[in-house]
């Protein structure tokens, strides 16, 4: 074959130029010098699009507005705050405060009052809002579905069969009370509620499990988890999605003889992550998340990068500039803000030596107005009114605009939720368990070195030597037992020693009685005592098993408010907009139902689980009759038995038959016995108790079918 010139000639045969000779590449040679030129190209293009007055309009807004939250952080202490947290949980003192306590000698030691008492939270927040086994969240239709206009009309179309099959016989709608026609509507209207009710319920328990396995697949519970050990330690812990990304899975597909051979394959996932509290700036005076704009810092990977082309709305030529950028020893400290207290509090101190640092980029959720849309190039369609304010989306590395769009949420909401261990009014930013305990944290470290200093210079004895007595060559800072001083009489002629010990009083009795009072005082500011997480230390009315249960359930009322805010801020607003996402966006049409409500389930938990069961016992056995039966009926029953077995983990659906497997089961009995010589009276009851009632329809005479004809005279 021949080989393809440069010039994209063929070289078999040809004439070379008097200049010099063709230099001859292979087709993989020339194939990459095509991409590298489309790439230079592409390149080329972005770098054009980038210098176009209405992208560096957007780009100079975002950083103007970065600047300003950025500046708003630094100005009211919040950085220093979110430092403070987490050097006091890890059990490190900040640098000025270890300078200080150099500057003065002695210990350094520091206790971990704090960390134990974030450490008790997080525990008994995550063993509440995610139990073993258990979701935190379900999804439920809502009492009074709504009617659709197909089930309105097949009850107008069954009414008007009975009032036909009357004026059939009677030739007259007269002999039937008006009355008496209103009570069939509300109880044909009845029989249809229970019916939308239970479709509704059917849908929404395939909407439930589809949740949960995007939830399962987008790591939702892992960043839930990093979520609570925020709630624990900062002032507002952060939880961001759903937020789409493009992710390499391995899926296992079958060849042409029978074995399964590993694949990759791209999706889109819905994910969810955690955000660094200190990685959010809020607009200057924002009340909540949702207030004013708000920017996240990102750090991120060339991989991370890569995962956003193709998907919706990212600019794919832009993205690849920057990666191309950075791979030329760009981007990688634009933002100027190395940020090396932080790296150093979350034991990153050399992350400036890696020859492959992250990339800072910046994700704006914000308002703009109409007219400044129009004028950085937004298509005028989608702003219909120039003087109005449109909330955006944006992300920016370095000079790229990377990302440009209108905020997808119908309602302009940002995929951000928040939360705080102590709420501030109008302010994101709460208050947290180290804060409330700081200066009780600071007394008892410095009890705690007192002691540690009194307990060292008491530890032996203290000498006092007149050096003019003593021998010229005798090591004073050298003793040992029996040692022989070598001392000169007393020039005063005194009978004092020239040598003197003497014992230093210890005082850590008095020391100790101080640091437990404060220790007890931690358990005061931060509503979270001792005995909540195992402590045998406990008086009074703990000493009893009675009591401490007493105690135990005053000591969760202020945990309870964490997890209520946490219930209705965080995990019921993440399923909604996981719902909303999939009722506008996915294509099985199957799972979707407009009338639902979300239930967040963590304080179902409150009771403790073996309590919850002991009464669900109690409830099966008092209903053990034939009169509750009659009431709830098989269906009923089995929703009860059916709990009953999830709560002992067991395979419920392989234990009790579903609704559709009993009505199966009813359908072939009431066949087999109408071919056997017809229904038992008591059919629909169970044994030895009354028959269910069921309503009738209209009779042509007016009364009820299969009940006692009643008949109306005109």
Not at 118 to 138: F, H, N, Q, T, Y
Request: net charge negative; glycine share 8%.
């Amino acid at each position: 074959m021949a080989d393809i010139s440069e010039a994209g000639q063929m070289t078999s045969g040809a004439i070379a130029p008097r200049n010099g000779l063709i230099r001859v590449v292979s087709p993989d040679q020339l194939t990459e010098r095509d991409a590298m030129r489309q790439a230079e190209a592409d390149r080329n293009d972005a770098q054009r699009a980038q210098t176009e007055d209405s992208v560096q309009g957007l780009s100079a807004h975002l950083q103007t507005c970065w600047e300003a939250a950025h500046n708003a952080k630094e100005t009211t202490n919040v950085k220093d705050r979110l430092l403070q947290c987490l050097y006091q949980r890890r059990g490190e003192y900040m640098a000025d405060k270890l300078a200080d306590i150099r500057r003065f000698g002695g210990s350094e030691v520091f206790m971990m009052l704090t960390n134990v008492k974030c450490r008790a939270v997080e525990s008994w927040v995550r063993d509440i809002l995610m139990p073993p086994g258990e979701k935190p969240w379900s999804i439920d239709p809502t009492p009074v579905p709504d009617m659709p206009r197909s089930k309105q009309q097949e009850i107008d179309n069954q009414l008007m069969m009975e009032v036909a099959a009357i004026m059939t016989e009677r030739g007259s709608i007269e002999s039937v009370p008006l009355e008496n026609i209103e009570a069939r509507r509300r109880e044909i209207e009845n029989e249809v509620e229970k019916e939308i009710l239970g479709d509704a319920k059917e849908v929404s328990d395939k909407m439930e499990k589809r949740i949960e396995d995007d939830l399962q697949q987008g790591g939702y519970y892992r960043a839930l988890s990093q979520f609570i050990t925020d709630i624990a330690t900062y002032m507002t812990a952060f939880l961001k999605g759903p937020i789409i990304r493009k992710k390499k899975t391995m899926v296992w597909t079958e060849d042409q003889f029978g074995r399964m051979t590993p694949a990759i394959e791209e999706r889109f996932v819905r994910c969810y992550e955690r955000a660094s509290p200190f990685d959010m700036y809020p607009s200057p005076g924002a009340k909540h998340i949702q207030d004013g704009y708000l920017i996240q810092r990102h750090r991120l990977r060339r991989s991370d990068l890569q995962e956003m082309i193709g998907v919706e709305g990212f600019n794919e030529q832009a993205i690849r500039a920057a990666l191309y950028e950075y791979g030329r020893g760009g981007l990688t400290n634009w933002l100027w803000d190395w940020d090396q207290e932080r790296a150093e509090a979350e034991g990153r101190s050399e992350q400036w030596s890696d020859p492959d640092k992250p990339i800072d980029a910046l994700e704006y959720w914000g308002t703009a107005q109409g007219a400044l849309l129009l004028e950085w190039g937004m298509d005028p369609a989608m702003v219909p009114d120039p003087m109005l304010d449109y909330q955006i989306t944006a992300w920016k590395v370095g000079n790229w605009i990377i990302c440009a769009r209108l905020n997808p949420h119908p309602l302009g909401r940002r995929p951000y939720y928040a939360a705080s261990f102590e709420n501030v009014v109008d302010s994101i930013w709460g208050t947290s368990v180290p804060e409330l305990m700081e200066d009780i944290q600071d007394i008892c470290n410095g009890v705690a070195r007192a002691i540690v200093n009194n307990l060292g210079i008491a530890s032996g004895p203290q000498v006092a030597i007149e050096m003019d007595r003593v021998d010229p060559g005798e090591d004073v800072e050298d003793m040992w037992p029996w040692k022989i001083w070598k001392v000169k009489s007393d020039p005063n002629g005194g009978s004092r020693p020239a040598i003197q010990f003497f014992q230093p009083n210890p005082i850590t009795e008095a020391l100790m009685r101080v640091y437990e009072y404060f220790f007890q005082q931690a358990s005061e500011q931060t509503g979270v005592p001792a005995y909540i997480y195992g402590s045998a230390q406990i008086k009074g009315a703990g000493e009893t098993a009675s009591g401490l249960a007493m105690l135990l359930n005053a000591a969760s009322k202020s945990l309870k408010a964490v997890v209520a805010h946490v219930d209705e801020s965080v995990i019921k607003e993440t399923i909604h907009e996981h719902w909303t996402h999939l009722m506008l966006y996915d294509e099985d049409n199957s799972i979707k139902q407009g009338d639902i409500n979300i239930i967040a389930r963590a304080s179902e938990y409150m009771i403790i689980q073996e309590q919850l069961q002991l009464r669900r016992m109690e409830f099966l056995r008092e209903t053990a009759n034939n009169i509750d039966y009659a009431i709830m009926g098989k269906e009923g029953r089995a929703v009860l038995l059916r709990e009953q077995a999830k709560g002992l983990k067991l395979p419920s659906e392989d234990i009790v038959p579903t609704k559709e497997q009993m009505r199966a089961q009813d359908k072939m009995l009431q066949e087999y016995l109408a071919t056997t010589g017809g229904l038992p009276e008591n059919a629909n009851a169970a044994p030895g108790g009354p028959q269910t009632p069921r309503p009738a329809p209209l009779s042509p005479s007016g009364g009820r079918m299969g009940g006692e004809e009643v008949r109306y005279n005109a």
